[in-house]
């Protein structure tokens, strides 16, 4: 028999207030050590579908499953004990990084080994015990108490860890810190990860799959880039959308200004030069900021900036390799208009 995934969603909606913002999702399985990116923009859903995952809201429909049993509704002390939840702004005990990340330990009766557990955790993190242990909580650097917070969550080896933005308001070294981290525990203790972030290229070295969240739905997966409005008329009958620069995109007429057109990174070519042997409506000079090989799809993820926007474009290793692709490298992105399909 087949277990059951660790979570099922089963045509779940929630809203805030009778007329507020729905989340909706018909179906959804996480399997149990899963690792699970969500991406999309501010108010599409990301943190409303966390914060279900966690048990900390309850749907006004539909059902949540945890390791096969329905969830009562928020607060379910069956399962509060196998998930965690890291918010974007985390709150500290006034108290040492010892004590903080030591608390829950403390509250579940956990007596022995303490001192090793907390340490083991710090050195997860990038703060050694040595020198973290005992300094308080107003002594951190923005970065270091969100990799305390973090510590004070993987500590108690839950089942499934969700984080909300972990690196939203952090320094470069403890984004790359809280990955080695996240990442470990997923390998280590096979811990099932649910992140939302802004940084998808961040996300991508942290993560093997990738939902896109918009408008309250799951509506693909991280191969897609999500293109917003507001776009205003251009000629051929074309709209366009401004970036810094001057530069533009250019789409077939959208349902409203403010569509939101969704591009799939297959369909964004990459070309040393602005030269092509065929007219493309889109041809967009950028810089690329970031490589990811996607080892279990076999195929390279190149971010490109073309003013204020990232364009992702998957291509294969090949293709890459002729082009000689390299961070900072300036390059042209390519696709046609008829590409770009409305949300």
Avoid: C
């Avoid at 330990?105 to 955790?121: F, H, P, S, T």
């Avoid at 050195?123 to 015990?129: A, K």
């Avoid at 390998?187 to 896109?212: C, M, P, Q």
């Avoid at 409203?256 to 030069?273: F, I, Q």
């Amino acid at each position: 028999m087949t277990p059951a995934p660790l979570y099922r969603l089963s045509n779940l909606t929630f809203r805030y207030g009778t007329d507020g913002f729905a989340l909706s999702i018909p179906e959804m399985d996480i399997e149990a050590g899963a690792s699970i990116g969500l991406v999309g923009p501010n108010g599409g859903g990301k943190s409303t579908l966390l914060k279900l995952l966690a048990f900390l809201e309850t749907p006004q429909e539909g059902a949540i499953f945890f390791q096969g049993k329905k969830v009562s509704g928020a607060g379910d002390p069956s399962v509060m004990r196998s998930v965690t939840i890291l918010l974007q702004e985390p709150y500290l005990l006034q108290a040492t990084v010892f004590e903080n990340v030591a608390y829950g330990l403390r509250i579940r009766g956990e007596k022995e080994g303490v001192r090793e557990k907390v340490a083991d955790v710090l050195e997860r993190v990038g703060l050694p015990y040595g020198e973290f242990g005992h300094r308080k909580w107003h002594q951190l650097s923005g970065g270091e108490a969100q990799r305390v917070a973090l510590a004070s969550r993987l500590i108690l080896k839950p089942l499934a860890l969700l984080l909300d933005e972990p690196t939203a308001s952090v320094d470069p070294y403890s984004a790359y810190r809280i990955r080695e981290a996240i990442v470990d525990v997923w390998k280590t203790f096979k811990t099932t990860l649910l992140v939302a972030s802004h940084d998808e290229e961040w996300l991508n070295g942290s993560v093997d799959r990738i939902y896109k969240v918009h408008d309250g739905k799951i509506i693909g997966s991280g191969d897609e880039n999500l293109l917003p409005g507001p776009w205003e008329p251009a000629p051929d009958s074309l709209w366009k959308k401004g970036l810094e620069g001057g530069r533009t995109i250019v789409a077939p007429p959208p349902p409203h200004r403010e569509s939101t057109a969704l591009l799939r990174g297959t369909d964004v070519d990459l070309y040393v030069s602005e030269w092509q042997e065929k007219k493309i409506e889109n041809i967009i000079p950028g810089v690329i900021t970031g490589m990811y090989m996607e080892s279990f799809k076999g195929h390279l993820n190149i971010y490109v900036d073309i003013g204020g926007i990232t364009i992702l474009s998957v291509m294969a290793p090949e293709r890459a390799d002729h082009l000689r692709v390299l961070p900072g490298k300036k390059i042209w992105v390519a696709f046609p208009a008829s590409a770009l399909r409305w949300l």
